[in-house]
């Protein structure tokens, strides 16, 4: 098998300004290793010829291909095709076939095409060039000093259309061999990443194929596991063994694979087990709710919620009795027990769950911001455990720090 460098540069001033997301090369990236090659290097480049020539040349030392996303369209700040003409000198021509389909389109929705719009069909001379189905701009690849030049149209869908036409059967040609890179992510919740790093440490250590790499997330913490084979069934296989090796050392954490949220997992566990859930929510303000209910057929288990932000709806809507109010306050842990056992009651429901506390930026009743008190009301059992946590950040990071708190204790409730 051929060993390649590649490199993936995306061309826009929009990128730099964080106006948009590079969601192209994280995309291409996955694609390539899939197909076995692994991506050495992301660069992104503003509209601007100078800096893009300067980008080109440096790639075009240091990578055996290079695949260029955006610039192709018909504006003056369209500039990749001029560029990479500046860098290899060679020479542009017009493509008849895009010339055609560009002029399609404008008779189609009856509309004049401004002379700009030629610019979309030019290609370079000997290259090889794959028609856009879903826009105007077609792609090519282009051979020059030994790399291999892909130039992509930066809008997503047309990108991976030819991506997977031409693109990928062209690079995997290219390598001489079919073999891919499989990863996966084993997801976890209540642990940090040093503990679980610590925890697996001579897994770490010994690990070949495949590879283990804890990861910080926003949500708890992630571990990837990459394998490389000749087949899918061989890498899933290489996979399975060092996730069961993991999960025998920090399972009780574990919680899904991939893009399984937490969320997700409660809602197919409320299911399974026929429950039903309520939220009373005071400083999360309807969160909770609001990313169960946003998950399709939620409505099997979610009974709804109550936001009782302000303390007269938590004693007349929520029913909270204004003695326990008077007495411990609205950050409390009697307040969140009795919010959980009234929104189950209120709302027929097997669970209630009910978050109340201090968002800041200020004290409240004495308590620092970032104090939440978080109850759950499990089946009517008349034990209804409080944990008190105090989280840190802004309001909206207290919050939803909150949020996923909730969820993590329902979960293992379930579990």
Sequence with gaps: MTTISTEIIAVGTELLLGQIADTNAQWISKKLASIGINVHHHAVVGDNRHRVEEQFRVSNKRSDVIIVTGGLGPTEDDLTREAFQQVSGKELTE????????????????????????????????????????GMAPGMIVPFENTTWIFLPGVPNEMKRMMTDHVLPHLQRLTGEDRIIKSVMLRF????????????????????????????????VAIRLTAKAETDDAALTLIEQSKRAILNRVGDHYFGMDEQSLEEQVLERLKEQGKTVAAAESLTGGMFTDRLIAIPGASDACRGGIVCYDTTVKEHVLGVESRLLNEHGTVSEECARAMADNVSSRLDADIGISFTGVAGPDRSEGHPAGTVFIALSADRSGKIPVEKHVFYGDRNAIREQAVLKGYELLYHLLK
């Excluded at 002379?115 to 000997?126: G, I, L, S, T």
């Excluded at 770490?204 to 495949?210: L, V």
């Design 95 to 134: 493509h008849e076939p895009s010339m055609e389909m560009i002029k399609s389109y404008y008779d189609k929705k009856g509309m004049k095409m401004t002379p700009n719009n030629r610019k979309q069909a030019r290609v370079f001379v000997e290259s090889d060039v794959f028609e856009n189905h879903t």
């Design 189 to 220: 919740i209540g642990i940090g990443e040093s503990r679980i790093e610590h925890d697996i440490q001579d897994l770490i250590d010994q690990q070949e194929n495949p590879t283990i790499a804890p990861l910080a997330q926003s949500e708890g």
